[in-house]
Nanobody
Framework: QVQLVESGGGSVHTGGSLRLSCAASGRSFSDHAMAWFRQAPGKEREFIAAIAWSDDKTLYEDSIKGRFTISRDNAKNMVYLQMNSLKVEDTAVYFC????????????????WGQGTQVTVSG
């Protein structure tokens, strides 16, 4: 079955960096888009970034533009989220997700989800 496994979370200070990884397995993802979402305590899960598996199309949420970069390694079936200039408000559980088709920001359009990895940013 499809599995998405996130890793790379941790605790950093304001201004620090982290790189999250998502290992995808269980099927071909060549016709899928991959995305990162996050969920802070007491808040809705929100879209962060998405990338097409087959070309360079990316999509970003406005508040993280210029700080976060999504990328992929097709040969390894990996998706990454490079997070720089982290802020306290970036603290959340970060989830990897996959959907058939093009990148979208709508949570309900994603079929597959990982278990999440915690990112904590302290001032």
């Amino acid at each position: 079955q499809v599995q998405l496994v996130e890793s790379g979370g941790g605790s950093v200070h304001t201004g620090g960096s982290l790189r999250l990884s998502c290992a995808a397995s269980g099927r071909s993802f060549s016709d899928h888009a991959m995305a990162w979402f996050r969920q802070a305590p007491g808040k809705e899960r929100e879209f962060i970034a998405a990338i097409a598996w087959s070309d360079d199309k990316t999509l970003y949420e406005d508040s993280i533009k210029g700080r976060f970069t999504i990328s992929r390694d097709n040969a390894k079936n990996m998706v990454y989220l490079q997070m720089n200039s982290l802020k306290v408000e970036d603290t959340a559980v970060y989830f990897c997700a996959a959907r058939f088709g093009r990148p979208e920001s709508i949570r309900a359009s994603y079929w597959y989800w990982g278990q999440g990895t915690q990112v904590t940013v302290s001032g």
